[in-house]
């Protein structure tokens, strides 16, 4: 399932929200863009498919309005925040995922680290992400306190004002706040879903995180002003992997010079001359498990949206093993335990599809 640019991808709510055209999109009704206010709430990790799963513990979100998108290729929380609050697709921001290459080194795109350590000053996160969050208007984000200084907030949210909340109950707080100074556009992000999923996988952990969330959507509800709109959205949905670590082949990492990405996305970079071959020994390897394309094949079939900037490009690798199924490709240079349990990055429809639901306060 690749991704609905233009139509019904995530990158579409911010400009259908801040700057509409003169039809709205069909996944947000005309009521909430003529809103005197919008609240947009990403919850990351919140897939559609793992909602519907769990529709009785979630009442208040199974009660609004709305249905499915599309999040971006690859499915992952650095690409997708990143389009979401600069309403374009990666081939145009150049995040491409988690882990990217950069000639300074392997960049660790949401710790903003290397090998070595920390980067901010190695790779400028300013220069890295160039295109202004909220389509340039200066709005306001309400994120977790940890979030205010790193290097990924200031890539992708430079120039907007940032509000922290030091717990969940704190960012329903926030937002009032800010609605009641006048604000009349207010973005807020929370990440318990992926984070529980990660570790735990789908069980009464994730059901009491998914709890949690539904309150804070209640909480905000009413909290909303009449005639002001709350827009819910996640970045990606999750696949349970539990077991399910293939490590590369062997003649497939003699033919590449290094990897990036992450566990369902895997770039392979090839040795000088070796492009072909490392393409034709990863087909042969992995092609029952992946998807195996070439980095050619990737943008010429739209994957990263419809343009993709030599930027953007030079971030790639030649080779990208996109899993299937429940499957993660594990490598040593992975910073994250092999034994996660829920994953992303790849373009299955758990990963891929996620809400835009939406209410109006009378």
Request: glycine share 12%; net charge negative; with cysteine.
């Amino acid at each position: 399932m690749l991704p609905a640019y233009g139509g019904g991808c995530v990158a579409d709510i911010v400009p259908a929200v801040l700057e509409p055209g003169p039809v709205p999109p069909r996944f947000l009704p005309p009521e909430v863009i003529d809103a005197r206010a919008v609240v947009m709430l990403v919850i990351d990790g919140l897939g559609w498919e793992q909602l519907a799963a769990h529709s009785d513990i979630a009442p208040t979100l199974a009660g609004m309005a709305g249905g499915s998108v599309t999040t971006v290729a690859p499915s992952t929380t650095s690409a997708a925040l990143t389009s979401i609050v600069t309403g374009t697709a990666p081939g145009r921001h150049g995040i491409v995922g988690y882990r990217v290459a950069f000639p300074a080194g392997k960049l660790n795109i949401l710790r903003w680290t290397t090998p070595e350590g920390d980067a901010r000053d190695l790779i400028a996160p300013e220069g890295v992400q160039v295109m202004p969050p909220f389509m340039g208007h200066r709005a306001p984000a309400v994120i977790m306190s940890g979030f205010i200084d790193s290097g990924f907030t200031r890539a992708h949210l430079g120039g907007a004002r940032l509000s922290g909340y030091l717990v969940l109950s704190g960012l329903a707080v926030e937002v009032a706040r800010l609605l009641a100074g006048g604000e009349s556009f207010v973005y807020a992000y929370y990440d318990g879903p992926d984070r529980v999923a990660h570790e735990y996988g789908f069980d009464d952990r994730y059901r009491a995180e998914l709890r949690a969330c539904d309150r804070v959507v209640a909480d905000l509800l009413s909290e909303l002003p009449a005639g002001s709109a709350l827009v819910v959205t996640s970045d990606h949905g999750l696949v349970d992997c539990t077991g399910g670590t293939v490590e590369i082949d062997a003649e497939v990492k003699a033919l590449a010079a290094a990897e990036s990405g992450e566990a369902r996305f895997r770039w392979l970079h090839a040795r000088p001359g070796r492009v072909r071959p490392l393409l034709e020994a990863a087909r042969a390897a992995h092609g029952g498990q992946a998807w195996v394309m070439a980095a050619d094949a990737v943008v010429e079939e739209g994957w990263l949206g419809p343009a993709v900037t030599d930027q953007a490009r030079s971030r790639l690798g030649h080779v990208a093993l996109v899993a299937r199924g429940g499957l993660a490709f594990t490598h040593p240079d992975d910073s994250t335990p092999e034994t996660l349990k829920g994953r992303h990055g790849s373009v299955t429809a758990a990963e891929m599809l996620v809400p835009v639901l939406t209410h109006v306060a009378d």
